[in-house]
């Protein structure tokens, strides 16, 4: 079987999660299609697939493309990416939406309303249906794939149990199943097997920024969370002399903006890494801060390791950390709002990322500001590297416990045996 994959392009969380299902798809011919972060991830981790295909314009010549590659596959597999399941439709394929972040769309208009337009859906062509979900919100556009799609696959989390249960009762056609992490698990096993525990790790500190880039955050524009870690990672060498080796890793940091810096015995390495390069990494490395994405923290969990949590860069990290607020994780996770804490956050993706951009550029700006940034976390960084191993790994196990579920690929093979 030929299957078209594609996931949302909003940072590396959608994309590690294609590469995941796709290595448990090894047996079908897998074929990669989409554009910017998520096409880059797919570049870098080229061995999930068969074949890779980058969209430059996905809605110009790039449709020509994309509507061959549809017609050529037996299959399609979406990760929150709502337009390749309006395209599947269209195109009369079975699609699949897997969707690891299902809790956190949020919606204003009700569920039956987006039943009634997915019902009501002109199939005749993708601009025409595009048109009909025109005053849908990107969030409602999910949720209305979810509709649409011949099957789901929902990532566990808190409330998602509840939001399944709202669907149910819309009377939805297909059959959503929840599962445990969507992380590769080979890959994860081979970490976990690495090096000899005797083995000295080659860095003592991992810092791991995820893939940054979204609908309002880029590498080169609306960049100030980025300024910030360039700012403050000296100053942690300064506060923390134990951290002599430091890797820093992310879609930042790939082609030209890669970098190695070494100074009187101490070396700063960033590097974007394949995806199970960076799980070795995790698997040896005594220590790591990374961005609070949900794939990212059920990776580093699944290795046996307690991260800690860098300050959010958007909306859905805020999401994470908020319903994790009751684990250790949460707990001690950095947040803007230790730097200044009357600064409102509106409830909203867009308005809320773009929020998280404007206090980082005050932040990197202002010295008294940014002071209060070093000090608070270096109060985070404390409390964490001074827990004694039994909390960390009561810190995991809660974890585990909160984000487990059915098995991944148990719940894929079932999906595949139903088709």
């Not at 509507?67 to 037996?74: E, P, T, V, Y």
């Not at 903006?257 to 394949?274: A, I, N, T």
Request: net charge neutral; glycine share 8%.
């Amino acid at each position: 079987m030929r299957i078209l994959m594609g996931a949302q392009n909003c940072g590396f969380g959608p994309a590690s999660v294609l590469v995941a299902v796709s290595r448990l798809l090894s047996g079908h011919e897998r074929v990669f299609m989409g554009d910017g972060v998520s096409a880059a991830f797919a570049r870098r981790n080229a061995t999930a697939f068969d074949a890779v295909h980058e969209l430059t314009e996905p809605y110009g010549n790039g449709s020509v493309l994309l509507d061959r590659l549809l017609a050529d596959s037996d299959h399609v597999v979406s990760v929150m990416d709502a337009d390749l399941v309006l395209r599947a439709v269209v195109a009369r394929r079975p699609v699949v939406l897997v969707d690891c972040l299902f809790s956190f769309w949020q919606h204003r208009a009700p569920l039956t309303r987006i039943q009634d337009l997915c019902t009501t859906l002109p199939r005749t062509s993708f601009p025409a249906a595009r048109r009909h979900l025109l005053h849908l919100s990107p969030h409602e556009r999910v949720l209305a794939a979810h509709l649409l799609a011949d099957h789901s696959v929902v990532q566990n989390f808190p409330d998602v149990s509840r939001r399944m249960a709202e669907f149910t009762d819309t009377g939805m056609h297909h059959t959503m199943l929840l599962t445990g992490p969507l992380v590769d698990l080979d890959g994860l096993k081979e970490a976990a097997a690495g090096e000899p525990a005797a083995v000295e790790p080659h860095y003592d500190l991992l810092i791991n920024i995820g893939g940054f880039k979204n609908f309002l955050l880029d590498f080169e524009a609306n960049n100030d969370y980025l300024r910030l870690i360039d700012r403050w990672i000296p100053d942690l060498l300064i506060d923390w002399p134990r951290f002599s080796r430091v890797l820093v890793c992310g879609g930042p940091y790939a082609g030209h903006r890669s970098s190695s810096h070494r100074s009187g015995g101490r070396h700063v390495d960033r590097r974007f890494l394949p995806q199970r390069e960076l799980l070795r990494q995790v698997a040896r490395t005594p220590h790591s801060l990374l961005a609070p994405g949900l794939s990212a923290v059920n990776e580093t969990t699944l290795l046996g390791r307690l991260p800690l949590a860098l300050h959010e860069q958007h909306y859905a990290h805020t999401f994470t950390v908020r319903n994790l607020a009751g684990t250790l994780f949460g707990r001690l996770a950095g947040r803007f709002a230790d730097v200044l804490p009357g600064h409102p956050l509106p409830e909203d993706d867009y308005s809320g990322t773009q929020a998280l951009v404007t206090v980082a550029g005050r932040i990197v700006e202002d010295d008294d500001l940014y002071a209060r940034f070093r000090s608070t976390y270096n109060e985070r960084i404390e409390q964490y590297l001074f827990l004694p191993p039994e909390q960390r790994c009561a810190g995991v196990a809660e974890l585990r416990r909160l984000l487990g579920g059915p098995p991944a690929p148990s719940v894929i093979a079932a999906l595949l045996t139903a088709q």
